[in-house]
């Protein structure tokens, strides 16, 4: 079996490229699977200490996490949709909106 | 119903009534009705001091009565708390305060209880004739009566504070409505600076009355008669602070009633209407500072602080005999009939500060007889001289009054349609004595009336003021023999020589005014016409003349001591022995006093032959022909033409003198005090200006503009774009867990 710390390493630099790609990508659909990977390394971590301390609890909030972060992903989707349909772009250097 | 519970109605009244004259006044301004019947307010003010008179007469008749009965006490009533308040003590214990509102009435209080209600009523009324059929105060005397009887609720509440926290809120709403009335007719310059000159002068005073007050508070903790003045707390006090708080209230009083050095704003004062010159600076408001000073009677006759004021005293008669002389001296030089008036005032209430200051020098020094005598002698002058300078102020303003009435119908002899005031247009001063003269048989009632005041001013054997003044007088040199006294000398020598003073320049105004020949054709055609006008000059005629039953009841003794009864059965036997004081100076026991009989009979040559003798010589003269006074005054006036044929001199070189000048601009008091204020205040002021302008002003506005800068770089921050918003929430959050693991 693979040691859980390099999972929780893998984790770690998924996490990293994740922050990476929401600060510097413009595309908001991009910046939205960038926050995916996050949550996903958040995922990944929760695996990593729930396989070290075999106990089942992180796996639960796993189940839990993804069933949330499908509905966000929904939900993001459609703000862009509305996003574009308003402003016919969805480059977040462009929608500058929550400064209103 | 017991009187305690109407007392207090007495201030009560004239408050109210303020707002409402002012307010129908603003609903009703040149409605015909309310100009007519109601005399724009005047008839509502009249009435309230009606009422309020009444009810005084009902308090001191009470109040004396039961003295006289022997079961009297002083009324003392507690109307009810204003503020009440917790506060620790040092040792720790909870002490409970309050400020209350109540009324005292001791002698002195009765006194000027009386004075003011019976001189504002007839004030009340003479304002009646006298502001209402004046064009000039058209349609604004509603404005006139409301301050009018603010400043009366004032006065009434001042003498029946039970504390001297209220005494000293009364005296302030006095100051405030004699600046309003001193700036009635605010639309000339002189005015408006005559109204500021007097409450920045009086200011001055009041904020030193102010802080000795607050010693009062902080040696007693408490303002209350009742405790102040208890011997056994001022025992327990710290003589040295009681020393400060004496002097303060001095100054206060100084102030108030216009004694050197702050007398200045007095004379300017007479550029407000002439009943406002007849209540406030002769009669009532200048009293106040005489009342304080009386009032300060206990802390000097506490035996706890026997010996330790007596060089307050010596400093408060000190400057009373210095106001008095040089207050005569310049009167001497007035041509402006209320100016001299003015003047005499100032030196009249400089002679009752020299008889409280031996008053209380004499208690301090434990010569309670003699305190007793120069107390009553000096409350009796006051009484006196509030009701003659009442008088004379209202027979000056009769005079002006119909001076104005005749040049009025001079200069429009058939156009006389147009309403319009022409004051200033041919600058002719009604007020301006050398425009006078001959008046004694055209206005008989009003120079009847001007002759009795001035012979009572002057102190003329037998009437008003004389009994009095005799009195101040002899304690004042009967101080100067007393052990430690011998600086008495000043005031007794300086109160001496005013007293022949007062004779010159009382009895120059009253010739120049009314005998001789009419100096101007205007002075020629003046009648006495007005309404309402001769009512409380006669009113106060029969008061002047009736001071010797004032005399004779003993009413100087019973104010002095406060044990003492008038009494009426006894009144042959007191009048008798008032008149072989006065004039024998025969003691109690029955031996006359070779000293006190000198300084007498010095103190009637002097006022009543020297000063009237020169005045008639320089200024008298007989009526023009065909013309005839009233029988009593009659024999004055051709008196007064014989001696001038007789005895005239040339007194040019006199009056062309550097002294005579001086004393025209007043001894230069103004210009001293502008160079003062231009030396002292005004760079002081400009100090405070850059200060003001640079520290303070700039201090807020760094403050402004720090803030707007910081706000606009802190606006940097907010683009509005999705990923910073993410970046700050990820430094955050690396911020959070740094400072968790303890990194920072």
């Known amino acids: 079996m693979i040691d859980p710390s390099w999972v929780a390493g893998l984790a770690v630099i998924l996490f990293c490229i994740g922050l990476w790609g929401a600060f510097t990508r413009k595309n908001a659909i991009i910046v939205l699977m960038c926050i995916e990977i996050i949550l996903n390394a958040v995922n990944l971590n929760f695996v990593a200490g729930a396989a070290q301390h075999g106990d089942a609890t992180g796996w639960i909030y796993v189940v839990f996490a993804v069933a949330i972060a499908a509905a966000e992903v929904a939900i993001g989707l459609a703000i862009f949709l509305a996003m574009y349909s308003q402003h016919e772009t969805v480059s977040l250097d462009e929608v500058k909106l929550l400064k209103h | 119903m017991d009187v305690s519970e109407l007392a207090i109605l007495i201030p009560v009244l004239p408050i109210v009534a303020m707002p409402l004259i002012l307010l129908l006044g603003r609903l009703f301004n040149g409605n015909e009705k309310w100009k007519g019947l109601w005399k724009e307010g005047g008839t509502i003010a009249v009435a309230v001091l009606a009422i309020v008179f009444v009810l005084s007469m009902w308090l001191i008749v009470g109040h004396v009565a039961a003295f006289t009965e022997g079961s009297g006490d002083d009324f003392v009533s507690d109307v009810g708390d204003w503020v009440t308040y917790s506060l620790f003590t040092e040792n720790g214990d909870m002490k409970v305060q309050d400020f209350g509102f109540g009324l005292q009435l001791d002698h002195i209080s009765v006194m000027l209880l009386f004075v003011a209600s019976f001189l504002c009523l007839l004030i009340g009324i003479f304002s009646l004739g006298y502001m209402n059929t004046d064009p000039v105060n058209e349609n604004r005397n509603h404005r006139f009566y409301a301050e009018f009887i603010l400043f009366c609720a004032g006065m009434f509440g001042m003498v029946l504070a039970d504390s001297f926290l209220w005494l000293f809120i009364f005296w302030e709403i006095m100051g405030l409505c004699s600046y309003l009335l001193i700036g009635f007719y605010y639309e000339r310059p002189s005015a408006a600076y005559a109204a500021k000159k007097a409450f ?45 708080m004496l002097l303060l209230m001095f100054i206060g009083a100084v102030g108030k009633s216009a004694q050197f050095p702050l007398h200045v704003w007095l004379p300017d004062a007479m550029e407000g209407p002439t009943p406002v010159s007849a209540l406030i600076h002769a009669a009532t408001m200048v009293n106040a500072g005489l009342y304080l000073v009386a009032r300060m009677y206990p802390f000097f ?90 008088m004379l102020f209202m027979a000056s303003g009769s005079v002006i009054h119909e001076m104005h009435h005749a040049h009025h119908e001079l200069a429009h002899h058939g156009d006389d349609h147009d309403d ?152 042959p036997s007191h009048l008798m022995h008032e008149i072989m004081h006065a004039f024998l100076a025969v003691g109690s026991d029955g031996h006359s006093d070779p000293y006190l009989f000198m300084i007498t009979w010095i103190t009637i040559g002097l006022s009543m032959l020297v000063g009237p003798f020169y005045a008639m010589a320089l200024h008298g003269g007989s009526l023009a022909k065909g013309e005839k006074a009233h029988w009593s005054i009659s024999w004055l006036v051709s008196l007064s033409g014989k001696i001038r044929r007789k005895y005239n001199f040339d007194n040019s070189a006199w009056s062309d003198s550097g002294i005579s000048n001086a004393l025209k601009r007043r001894l230069y008091f103004d210009e001293w005090y502008d160079n003062l204020m231009l030396k002292l205040v005004v760079p002081f002021a400009l100090a405070a200006a850059w200060f003001d302008k640079r520290i303070i002003d700039g201090a807020i506005k760094g403050i402004e503009s720090g803030s707007q800068e910081a706000s606009k ?32």
Request: aromatic share 10%.
């Open chain 2, 200 to 244: 920045l002068t009086t200011r001055v005073g009041d904020v030193f009355l102010f802080v000795g007050l607050l010693i009062m508070h902080a040696v007693f903790g408490s303002w209350d008669f009742a405790v102040v003045f208890d011997a056994s707390n001022i025992g327990a006090a710290d003589a040295g602070l009681i020393k400060a």
């Open chain 2, 420 to 571: 319009h005031d022409d004051h200033g247009e041919d600058h002719f001063d009604c007020q301006d004595m050398t425009n006078m003269g001959g008046l004694a048989s055209k206005m008989p009632i009003t120079a009847i009336a001007m002759a009795a005041g001035s012979a009572s001013i002057i102190g003329i054997p037998l009437i008003g003021g004389f009994w009095s003044k005799e009195g101040i007088v002899g304690s004042t040199w009967k101080a100067v023999l007393q052990d430690g006294g011998g600086l008495f000398i000043i005031p007794a020598l300086l109160v001496l020589i005013t007293a022949g003073m007062t004779g010159f320049y009382m009895s120059r105004m009253w010739f120049m005014t009314f005998a001789g020949k009419p100096k101007t054709p205007v002075a020629a055609g003046v009648h006495e016409q007005t309404p309402f006008i001769p009512i409380p000059l006669v009113a106060l005629t029969g008061m002047t003349l009736a001071a010797i039953l004032f005399a004779g009841l003993g009413f100087a003794g019973w104010i002095g001591d406060n044990a003492n009864h008038l009494s009426l059965g006894h009144l």
């Open chain 2, 713 to 744: 770089g802190i606006r940097q921050l907010t683009t509005g774009s999705a990923r910073d918003y993410i970046m700050m929430a990820a430094l955050g959050t690396l911020a959070l867990f740094l400072l968790i693991w303890g990194l920072i």
């Open chain 2, 301 to 390: 006759s506490a035996p706890a602080v026997a010996g330790e004021f007596t060089d307050v005293a010596l400093l408060i008669a000190m400057i009373g005999g210095i106001t008095a002389c040089m207050a005569a001296a310049i009167a001497f030089v007035q041509d402006d009939i209320k100016k001299v008036l003015a003047y005499s005032t100032m030196s009249q209430l400089a002679y009752i500060f020299t008889g409280l200051g031996a008053a209380l020098w004499f208690v301090n020094k434990g010569y309670t007889e003699l305190a007793a005598f120069a107390f009553g002698a000096s409350l009796f002058h006051l009484f006196n001289h509030a009701m003659a300078k009442g």
